[in-house]
């Protein structure tokens, strides 16, 4: 399947931008239905660091394992969802605007299933289709707020 795709620019530099998003206790700002969320540390945030969150799925609260695949500062972070039945990617591609000031977010995600999972799949695509854009609205505010 195709990845579901948004973006949204910024008031804040590529830097400062991808120092939220990638520190792990930000997510449940931005993203309403992250309970909590850590690196499993000692690890040092880059390309094979996993993380623990706790989201809520389908009136549950469910654990869900992820690893950071990609990790370019300031450029494009990427995770991946590692154990359940369906597992998410997720893209991020940090781009300067015009004029250097500010940050065009653009975002990716898509789903696999696995097992019972492929059947499960459609509908968190569908849910994230309808939320990625009023998501995102969230991040920016988070960010251009502090």
Do not use: C, N
């Amino acid at each position: 399947m195709k990845a579901i795709t948004a973006g949204i620019d910024i008031a804040r530099s590529p830097s400062h931008v991808f120092g939220y998003i990638t520190d792990a206790k930000h997510l449940p700002e931005w993203q309403p239905d992250v309970r909590q969320a850590a690196y499993d540390l000692p690890t040092a945030v880059g390309i094979g660091a996993r993380g623990q969150e706790v989201r809520h799925v389908m009136g549950a609260d469910r654990p869900i394992t992820w690893e950071v695949t990609e990790y370019d500062p300031h450029r494009r972070y990427g995770v991946r969802g590692v154990d359940g039945p369906v597992r998410s990617r997720v893209t991020m591609d940090l781009i300067p605007t015009a004029d250097g000031a500010g940050t065009h977010l653009a975002y990716g995600i898509d789903f696999t299933g696995h097992g019972i999972g492929k059947l499960i799949a459609p509908l968190a695509r569908s849910a994230a289709r309808k939320e990625l854009v009023t998501t995102l609205e969230r991040l920016r505010l988070q960010l251009e707020a502090d």
